[in-house]
């Protein structure tokens, strides 16, 4: 790492407000990366059934995504740290709620509840750009969302964590709990740490995001990014289960899940000069190919060395997608538009689950999918008005620049 990007990293995570806005973003989104299993377990036991718990899980997550949006577009609306709070205080009570019916044996009610809890998950990350976008340099803006990227997937790591605990304490009611106090202590903070950004203004257009083509060429990208994480997942429970040996499959996720939050860190400590269609659409063509040299592999050792370089793609495209969201859409509808990418990626990746389960009678046929969709990410980017890269080209950045525009 260059003295120049230590500097860049030092400036973003030494001020007390940035490591604490940093630091309760991944207390707030821990939660994301346990829910889902909790539900699972919680509901499994107490109905006895995991069918059930699979499909309470089911209705959290779609509820999420299809609220996605919504969320985002309250950012917009009332400003970051009012609807952080509101939706916070929604989400703690729901998870509440959600337990005591599960314990009450209340079936309409725990699925009802749980949609509910979908649908108010506190948007962190929207509310913790928004803060990056208006606190620091543009030229920095890159740096602090490749660390957002990695908080996002260290929350993924740590998450089920919440879960095995609860687990081994016997009773996995208990990490819903756990999640309510993880995301209101989380969610709050960020809340009152966000307090003083800019609202929109009220008469802000509103138009339709996603009339907007550019916006809807990034969707299509996100929805490909989140097809190929999808179809990467089939892949390691077709590789594992090929070798009879099922645990196989965790590792091996873990390891996409590294390879993804290392470089999502390691993107950001550069000052890129490069057009950032090209730097996207190179990461898509290096999936593309660790993917496919994936399909022709059957050693466990090349496995885990291509899972973890195409891991290594994901954060990067993701923030990739972001900052040309952040070039094509104005600053009154930015919180909406990096919604709908939110969106459109957990809705490639339900695809990209259900096309390669599909294909898994073939060993090598999901791999191949995948980088199938990672090449198909190309033309999207290139298609975008030249204008918004041009945004993005950064300068060579001088030593002891770092200096903030709040």
Known sequence: M??????????????????????????????????YLGLILAVGQGFTSLKLGALTSAVCAGASAVFNPARGRSIDRLGAS??????????????CIVVVAITGGNLAGTLVSAGVVGATMPPIGQATRTYWRHHIESRLVEAAYSVEAGVQELAYLLGP?????????GAPTVSL???????GCGGFTVARLTNQLPIARRDASRSR????????LLVFASVLEGACLGAVQVAAASFAESRGESALAGTLLAVVAGGSALAGVGWGARQWTWDIRLRGSLVAGCLSLALAALAATASIWWTYSLMFVGGMAFAPLGVCLFLLCDAVVDSSRINEAQSWLGSSYLLGLSAGNGVAALLVAAHSGPPLFAALLAISVIPLLFALPAGAAEQHKQPVVVSGSWDAAS
């Open 177 to 183: 709990l756990v999640s309510a106090a993880v995301v």
């Open 161 to 169: 964590l919440i879960v095995s605990a609860a687990v081994l304490a």
């Open 82 to 95: 009012r609807a952080v709070k509101l939706l916070t205080a929604a989400n703690v009570l729901s998870l």
């Open 2 to 35: 260059t003295g120049e990007c230590e500097k860049a990293y030092a400036f973003l995570l030494t001020d007390w407000r940035r490591l604490a806005l940093v630091s309760s973003s991944l207390l707030a989104r821990l939660p994301t990366g346990a829910v």
């Open 209 to 216: 995001v996603l009339h907007d083509r550019a916006v809807l």
